[in-house]
T-cell receptor
Framework: AQKITQTQPGMFVQEKEAVTLDCTYD???????LFWYKQPSSGEMIFLLY??????QNATEGRYSLNFQKARKSANLVISASQLGDSAMYFC????????????FGKGTRLSVIA | GAVVSQHPSRVICKSGTSVKIECRSL??????MFWYRQFPKQSLMLMAT?????????EQGVEKDKFLINHASLTLSTLTVTSAHPEDSSFYIC??????????????FGPGTRLLVL
């Protein structure tokens, strides 16, 4: 069975600094996808990044990048130049290759950006 | 990106009543929709997988008779919380994938429904 582990319940970062949110996963499948979502206090789930298990390059999008280390089964999210608006819950999730399998989420990390 | 709507956004009801939550994919067809429940300061827990035209698949520990799911079309799934009790108060989020989506495509999430049972 697939499992996602986020060991940091809460993180603080100074505005304009970079921060890394940890995510490790466990699966017996060779083909899978890893996702990061941001959930502000409004509750909406905002898709940030996708990393495929066979992707050779780390996913990036603007200030968000994913540090994918397949051998360690880790997919950490790096946010550069933090902004106050980055304060939110961040969830790492995984889906196995089989069609129509759901996303399985980690427990999340609450990020607080300090001015 | 694709849009998933959810209605209502908030509902307050008395204990013992039933509440229906609608989830619609607005610009794509979703063979499969997923229902999650999220308690305060916790993660999203999958309740069930809803397949168009067939019975939903429920996760272990989720009562089928209490959480009725209907997926009557490729764009609509409904979750009915029957005989709601205060412990059912939670944030319910639906999610859908485009039926043509590849592995790399995300699930699209509705904005969620906050249910408060008094």
């Amino acid at each position: 069975a697939q499992k996602i582990t986020q060991t940091q319940p809460g993180m603080f970062v100074q505005e304009k600094e970079a921060v890394t949110l940890d995510c490790t996963y466990d699966t017996s499948d060779q083909s899978y996808g890893l996702f990061w979502y941001k959930q502000p206090s409004s509750g909406e789930m905002i898709f940030l990044l996708y990393q495929g298990s066979y992707d050779e390059q780390n996913a990036t999008e603007g200030r968000y990048s994913l540090n994918f280390q397949k051998a360690r089964k880790s997919a950490n999210l790096v946010i550069s130049a933090s902004q106050l608006g980055d304060s939110a819950m961040y969830f790492c999730a995984m889906r196995e290759r089989k069609r129509n399998t759901p996303l399985v989420f980690g427990k999340g990390t609450r990020l607080s950006v300090i001015a | 990106g694709a849009v998933v709507s959810q209605h209502p956004s908030r509902v307050i009801c008395k204990s013992g009543t039933s509440v229906k939550i609608e989830c619609r994919s607005l610009d794509f067809q979703a063979t499969t929709m997923f229902w999650y429940r999220q308690f305060p300061k916790q993660s999203l827990m999958l309740m069930a997988t809803s397949n168009e035209g067939s019975k939903a698949t429920y996760e272990q520990g989720v009562e089928k008779d209490k959480f009725l799911i209907n997926h009557a079309s490729l764009t609509l799934s409904t979750l009915t919380v029957t005989s709601a009790h205060p412990e059912d108060s939670s944030f319910y989020i639906c999610s859908a994938r485009d039926r043509l989506a590849g592995l790399q495509e995300t699930q699209y999430f509705g904005p969620g429904t906050r249910l408060l049972v008094l």
